[in-house]
């Protein structure tokens, strides 16, 4: 399978760049398509091309769009889960999943488009103003830039681009240099389904480069993020006055509390520990279980693990794929290691080959690993023991990060004490700190971030309000 474009479109054209991106299947390292990287003049053509955008699509047009894009995606399933499953590593299974939650967000963000409002202002409180009339509208900031990584190209692609032509503006997506070849597929298809040219450009290319260019740009009114949190701390420092909206790293925590019904929380956190690798920002990569059900919630979870077949994404029953990249593996080696040198037990797992790592189930993570604070982004999970609800809070805690956080629990007031004590974007109460419902609003605190995503709350903040105010005749002259 071969890319049939160069990737690179600017200003209503698939053009030709003076780079080079190759694109390696992530489990065969066979080469796949070689993208063409844009110059700094295209970059600033593109964002030019995009500021002469002009009026805004009404938003019947708009949300019309939007619907007649997921069709064509979903026609074009087989294409894209395929081309999915190369660029990424990931299984078909989790390519499905992401398919079907892009068609869903560009459903909700065209239903957004259609209710899209301001709301009247009661000024005739203020003196003089009896006869006045004063409402609000959302009017499109311009041009928004979409900055996505390589660990969801079809929906975190869908949640930066579809909420930004919801709200009327013009969006340039620069996608992560290892998986643009999703977004190809989607911005095709918004042509296809009626987009205006200009409403769309796509630079694939070095985040240092092409990416900087970019969120460095006046024109530039918005940027939507998703990624690291040393790129998004980055972003905000030169991105000027833009509006950001980032959603960055974790290290998310999962407790089970002694009351916890197993039968029902093991599978789903060995599913949201181990999906696509581990590689999600949510995956449970701590889990934090009461002292009293620790030797039972560790031997059931160290025979679920070891069963997880793992290795050619491609092959019947794989549920653990490689890494993005060999480099991305051998970090997580590291971090086991390290794990296991400040005295936590590896149960299962952790080998590499390549790109590939075995599930690794550790068990006893002391405070002081590099696992307890630091973002793994790997098909590893580390058991920590908890002995009271403030032991419980201060661990989940601990660290920079603050994206979700699952509790499984049955004792509401328990629940409702971790909903109030855990410094999160978001508590899952009965489901796991991967649990993400696209239409709810989702980012995080602390270092995971600042704005949330979801189309019901993106749509809104990608636009401007305007004031009106509408006198009904002069105001006296007294
Ligand atoms: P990353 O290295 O931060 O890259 C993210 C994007 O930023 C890529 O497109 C990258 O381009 C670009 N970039 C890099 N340097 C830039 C610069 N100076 N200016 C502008 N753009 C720049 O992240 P990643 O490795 O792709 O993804 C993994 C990270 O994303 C993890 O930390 C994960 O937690 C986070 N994440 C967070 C969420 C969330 O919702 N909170 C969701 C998914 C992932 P290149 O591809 O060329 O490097």
Sequence with gaps: MREPDTGLFVDGTWAEGPGRLPVADKYTGEVIAELHVPGPGQVDAAIASAARAGEPLPSGERAAILRRAAR???????????????????????????????????????????????????????AGHDDSICFTMRVPVGVVAAITPFNAPLSTVAHKIAPALAAGNAVVLKPAEQTPLCSI???RSLLEAGLPERLVQLLPGPGETVGDQLVRHPDVRYITFTGSTEVGRHIRAVSGLARTQLELGSNSPTLLWRDAD???ALPLIVRAGYRKAGQVCTSVQRLLVHE?????????LTALVHGIPYGDPRAPGTQVGPLISTAAAQRAETLVGDAVGHGSRLLTGGTRA??????????GLPENALLASEEAFAPVLAIAPIGSIDEAARMANAG???????????????????????E??????????????DPMPYGGVKDS????????YAVPDMTESRTILIRHRPPSPD
């Design 292 to 300: 009293a059900i620790a030797d039972e919630v560790t031997s059931r």
């Design 400 to 422: 920079r990060y603050g994206l979700q956080a699952g509790v499984f629990c049955q004792d509401l007031d328990v629940a409702f004490t971790f909903t109030r004590r855990l």
């Design 354 to 363: 390549g790109a590939v790592i075995a599930p690794a189930l550790l068990a």
């Design 262 to 264: 197993l039968e029902h």
């Design 185 to 187: 597929v989607i911005v």
């Design 424 to 437: 999160m974007g978001g508590v899952i109460i009965n489901d796991t700190s991967s649990c993400h419902p």
């Design 72 to 126: 064509l995606l979903d026609e074009e399933r087989d294409t894209v889960l395929a081309r999915y499953v190369a660029e990424t590593g990931f299984t078909p299974a989790d390519a499905t999943t992401e398919l079907d939650r892009t068609l869903l967000i560009f459903e909700l963000c065209a239903q957004e488009a259609l209710r899209l409002t301001g709301e009247m202002v009661p000024v005739q409180a203020a």
């Design 449 to 456: 971030g600042q704005g949330v995503e979801g189309p019901g």
